[in-house]
């Protein structure tokens, strides 16, 4: 019985790379499916995001190797095994265990704690689930890691914390406005950060937007998409007052905001407060701005300070991390050796119970004069005893795999008793 993941992510391959062998959730049923015509005895799932495409495959027996999951991914991509196969990695057993453990963790994702990896691999696994490509182990295996990724969440703080430019823009405002519900909000500049602060105060309830940019198209376009209003470049002084949030970043090599001008604004507000980001490099905002009262105003480095201290805090929370992991791995790992030793205990009940049956079968012609009630109570009795005798022996077995001796168990008894010859490969 063996557990196989084979793959690439952003640190192994580039995207040029990961794009060639990225599925999607259409083609991926299709693409278990002709796994499994290869490979009829096997479990697999497929995990394919941005970052990452993954295939994990369980069998009894080992039949299938690295090599066979390689020339798959070529054959189904229709691209040269040789352009992408020193970009990849792979796992086995509980090494397997530990890197899927680990990925549902957000542990090994370009932004560390982020949740969206946990989604996708829920997602993969419930995509291999309605196609039937799993089975025992693969169940365990991605019930157990997505265990783990809700244990690690909730008990260490490595998704604590805001860690990109845009959130922490948008969690500094709401410690001033607490509520985006009716609050107009000025963008100067329609590049891509912009975007990303607006999607981000959009989710957050913010649905006034008005996008001032040096190309108006370019403006129109953006405030189309969140059905808000695009403005001449040169109007963008009279907005300002009427502005709760504005957010500059534009390419100019000077101010675009002048203290002069929020000055003005701020006099018009009846005591509301104005807050400014400036995201551009050189900033857009003259910083005398923020010394104005019921003003504030934050700057790139000030975003970028409170992104790496998260960062820095989540770090830390890696090593516990990694403790939670190693311990859930030793766990799954018992279980699958558990489930090793499966086979080997039915096959030792049903080797006694064969001998008492023949035994029976041998006695029964012998009282003939015996009821059917007391012949049943004979069976009965040495069906008991059968199952009392191989009682703990079964135990014993089951406490032999959870510690790792669960093969040399199995040895032992075949020698004892001189069975299982035919279904070794079973217990490897």
């Known amino acids: 019985m063996s557990i196989l993941v084979i793959g690439l992510n952003h640190r192994s391959a580039p995207v040029e790379i990961r794009e060639k062998l990225a599925f999607n959730a259409n083609n991926i049923p299709t693409a278990l499916s002709f796994f499994l015509q290869r490979h009829p005895k096997a479990e ?55 890197h899927l453990f680990f990925v549902a963790a957000s542990l090994d994702s370009m932004v560390l704690g982020e949740s969206q990896i946990l989604s996708q691999v829920k997602e993969a696994y419930t995509i291999a689930c309605m196609q039937e490509t ?168 000030d975003l970028q300070s409170v992104v790496n201290q998260n960062i820095d805090e989540r770090t830390k929370e890696i090593e516990k991390c990694r403790s939670i992991i190693e311990e859930e791995v030793e766990h799954f790992m018992a279980k699958i050796e558990e489930m090793k030793i499966e086979p080997a205990i039915t096959l030792l009940r049903n080797h006694f119970h064969t001998i008492g049956r023949d035994e029976l079968n041998r006695l029964k012609p012998k009282l003939r004069n015996m009821n059917e009630g007391d012949w049943n109570q004979v069976v009965y009795t040495v069906e008991r005893t059968i199952n009392k005798i191989l009682h703990h022996p079964a135990k014993v077995a089951k406490l032999e795999a959870k510690n790792g001796g669960g093969y040399r168990y199995v040895e032992i008894i075949k020698k004892l008793f001189g069975i299982f010859h035919h279904t070794e490969h079973h217990q490897r």
């Open 44 to 98: 697999a799932v497929i995990l394919s995001t941005c970052n990452r495409v993954e295939m994990y495959v369980s069998t009894l027996d080992d039949t299938v190797q690295v090599e066979d999951v390689l020339s798959f991914l070529a054959e189904f991509h229709r691209i040269e095994l040789s352009s992408f196969s020193s970009y990849m990695y792979h796992n086995k057993n509980d090494h397997a265990a530990h």
């Open 134 to 301: 799993t089975g025992k182990v693969l169940n365990l295996l991605f019930q157990q890691a997505l265990n783990v990724a809700k244990v690690i969440h909730s008990q260490t703080a490595i998704g604590k914390g805001k860690v990109s430019i845009s959130s922490v823009a948008v969690e500094f405002a709401e410690k001033i406005f607490q509520d985006f519900t009716g609050k107009i909000v000025l963008v100067v500049g329609a590049g891509e950060m912009c975007e990303l602060l607006i999607k981000h105060l959009y989710e957050e309830g913010a649905r006034t937007f008005i996008v001032a940019n040096r190309t108006f198209e370019r403006a129109q376009e953006l405030a189309d998409t969140y059905q808000g209003q695009a403005i001449k470049y040169d109007l963008l002084g009279e907005y300002l007052g009427k502005a709760d949030i504005i957010i500059s970043s534009t390419s100019a090599p000077h101010y675009v905001i002048h203290a002069n001008q929020v000055r003005e604004a701020i006099k018009h507000r009846r005591g509301n407060p104005i807050f400014l980001i400036d995201i551009a490099v050189p900033r857009d905002i003259e910083p005398d701005v923020g010394n104005i009262d019921n003003v504030y105003l934050y700057n790139i480095d």
